[in-house]
């Protein structure tokens, strides 16, 4: 199974381990793993802050970008969410709509593409620690997986799960929602690592890097002792 890998903003540029992860895993499932290097932002800032005439050039380059693949994966869920987006976007040009429906049907996250796609539960990974998982705003309410990232961790050998109070909360990233709202981002991510302390985990969980870049930000500023991973890297882990 071919697979062309959607590295995200974040990944690229901040969390290349998660990109050498998520390669590595797809290809212990079997995939072979492709890497189009004209592939650029997903346009979700832009599209968030309301300039979709700008948007639409970048969802065109993307399309072209992925147009032969057989399948789109990202260690993101919200910007897969935004390549899904891109079919409300071209609501006005019905060649455009169906490309970028294309797209959509083709894009998934990395965790929904090994549980849902190659009906993978276990990946042989293994990790000695406790931890609580933060489930991301997009990729739960707009991209609508929720239980296949859960079902994957309860299968990591020595991997102790604690449910995180109110787990459905924004973290207070949300984009450009932190910059442009920056005291309501504070209280909400402060809230957020509250709840992640009660549960007296090791190691905070996510599937997003923007989620996981806000909190662990707070976590690091306020001195905290917990590991922020993202779900590949615990997936991709083996026990030495």
Known sequence: MKVSLFITCLADIFYSNVGKD??????????????????????????NS????????????????????????????????????????????????????????????????????????????????????????H????????????????????????????SHDCCGFGGTFSVKMVPISEQMVDEKVRHIEETGSEILIGSDCGCLMNIGGRITRQGKPIKVMHIAEVLNSEVK
């Not at 998520?22 to 995939?31: A, D, Q």
């Not at 990729?139 to 604690?162: C, D, I, Y």
């Open 22 to 47: 998520t390669v590595e895993l797809l290809e212990k499932v079997g995939c072979e793993v492709h890497f189009p290097e004209q592939q650029t932002c997903c346009g979700q800032p832009a599209y």
């Open 139 to 166: 990729m739960t309410r707009l991209l609508g997986v929720k239980e296949a990232p859960l079902k994957l961790l309860e299968n990591v050998e020595g991997l102790k799960m604690s449910p995180l109070p109110n």
């Open 50 to 137: 309301g300039y979709h005439k700008e948007t639409k050039e970048v969802a065109k380059h993307m399309i072209r970008t992925f147009e032969n693949s057989e399948y789109v994966v990202s260690p993101s869920g919200s910007c897969v969410a935004m390549l899904h987006e891109y079919t409300h976007l071209f609501n006005d040009d019905k060649e455009w709509k169906a490309r970028a429906e294309k797209l959509a049907n083709k894009s998934y996250e990395l965790t929904q593409f090994l549980v849902d796609v190659l009906k993978v539960e276990n990946v042989n990974a293994s990790l000695k620690a406790t931890a609580t998982y933060h489930k991301s705003c």
